[in-house]
């Protein structure tokens, strides 16, 4: 658990060998399992970022089996008990994780390191434009500043 209310992040196994690796990322059996929707994947170079976005349905499942992000979640849901709550996360290689976002929390990344990052959403929901609002991602509404932070 996190400091956001149904913000959850969960390790995912690596399986390497000599041939390459095996990277789980979710099973129908698991607990966090919710139902499948879609997948897609979201490439970003280094530097750029995605964001702000925010689903009004969509539970979200982000693993990086590629590269690094920096991932932020913002919890602006009238109804949370965790309202005004912020998460960063660094996900991908070096951290090899899950994180499942729920309706309503705003999130972004932005790739880190020297290389491209692959992100892969398996959403409970297939995408539909009436579904996600946006913002800039250097918006005063959300208090994160995406820069780099020396020490």
Request: hydrophobic letters at 40%; glycine letters at 8%; proline letters at 7%.
């Amino acid at each position: 658990m996190t400091d956001i209310d149904g913000l959850l992040v969960t390790p995912l196994r690596r399986i390497p060998d000599e041939r390459g690796a095996v990277l789980h990322m979710l099973r129908a059996d698991a607990d966090h399992f919710e139902r499948f929707g879609e997948i897609y994947f979201s490439l970003v170079y280094p530097g750029a970022i995605k964001g702000w976005h925010v689903h009004k349905r969509m539970t979200l499942n982000y693993a990086v089996p590629v590269g690094m992000v920096k991932l932020v979640c913002y919890d602006d849901r009238e109804d949370s008990s965790t309202r005004g709550a912020l998460v960063e996360l660094f996900v991908g290689e070096l951290d090899y994780k899950l994180v499942t976002i729920p309706p309503g929390v705003w999130n972004g990344f932005k790739g880190v390191g020297d290389s491209a990052a692959l992100v892969a959403n398996c959403a409970t929901e297939a995408h539909t434009p009436d579904e996600i609002l946006r913002k800039d991602p250097f918006t005063p509404d959300i208090p994160y500043d995406w820069s780099l932070r020396h020490g």
